[in-house]
């Protein structure tokens, strides 16, 4: 049982280059979301879904889409990138009734310069 | 500004030795979670607390939620080394949406 896998581990972007970041999970969870970490400011969330074809954003969605088209996968998609993108990136999901806790990838480390 | 702050940002205490972190805020929350992140990994949970001045336990750890709702505390008994990292607060408001606190760093010096 994988859970949640994210890929690229590592990504350098150059400023207003575009790219996507993958997270898929195998748990048949229904809902899932992108958070950022970065230095003192925990993990803000980017944006999340509740369902295949359902998404909306959370507190920083500025720059970023997402789509979800299966139960399974969760991409997000820089549009171009900034380097206030410089951050690492989380993936997380969870059954319903998300009291349960979510459970996270291992993240990406995107640099933008 | 975070909706959840955690304190102290920073800890370093001596091999058994006991501590406290705290989450607060204004508002209230209907669940709130404890996870802990080691380096290069993502969060993994701890423990969820639902009622206020419920109070739980995981070997040496107690996680405590404020009568109101709106704080809770993590107290560790006689750190490990093994108890080193980020200790971060999670709530949720009813939504689907959950905020995450600020993080503190600990470090159990052997």
């Known amino acids: 049982n994988a859970g949640v896998t994210q890929t690229p581990k590592f990504q350098v972007l150059k400023t207003g280059q575009s790219m996507t970041l993958q997270c898929a999970q195998d748990?048949?969870?229904?809902?899932m979301s992108w958070y950022r970490q970065d230095p003192g400011m925990g993990l803000r969330l980017i944006h999340y879904?509740?369902?295949?074809?359902?998404?909306d954003q959370g507190e920083v969605p500025n720059g970023y889409n997402v789509s979800r088209s299966t139960t399974e996968d969760f991409p997000l998609r820089l549009l171009s990138a900034a380097p206030s993108q410089t951050s690492v990136y989380f993936c997380?999901?969870?059954?319903?009734?998300?009291?349960?806790?979510?459970?996270f990838g291992s993240g990406t480390r995107l640099t933008v310069v | 500004t975070q909706l959840l702050e955690q304190s102290p940002q920073f800890l370093s205490i001596q091999e058994g030795e006991n501590l406290t972190v705290y989450c607060n805020s204004s508002?209230?929350?209907?669940?709130l979670q404890w996870y802990r992140q080691e380096p290069g990994e993502g969060p993994v949970l701890l423990v969820t607390?639902?009622?206020?001045?419920e109070v739980k336990k995981l070997k040496r750890l107690t996680f405590q939620f404020g009568d109101a709702r709106k704080d809770s505390s993590l107290h560790i008994t006689a750190a490990q080394t093994g108890d080193t990292g980020l200790y971060l607060c999670?709530?949720?408001?009813?939504?689907?949406?959950?905020?995450f606190g600020t993080g503190t760093s600990l470090t159990v010096i052997p």
């Open positions: 997380a999901s969870s059954p319903p009734g998300y009291r349960v806790g979510y459970t």
């Open positions: 748990m048949n969870h229904e809902y």
């Open positions: 508002s209230v929350f209907s669940s």
């Open positions: 999670a709530g949720d408001r009813g939504g689907n949406q959950f905020y």
């Open positions: 879904s509740v369902g295949a074809g359902i998404t």
């Open positions: 607390v639902v009622t206020g001045g």
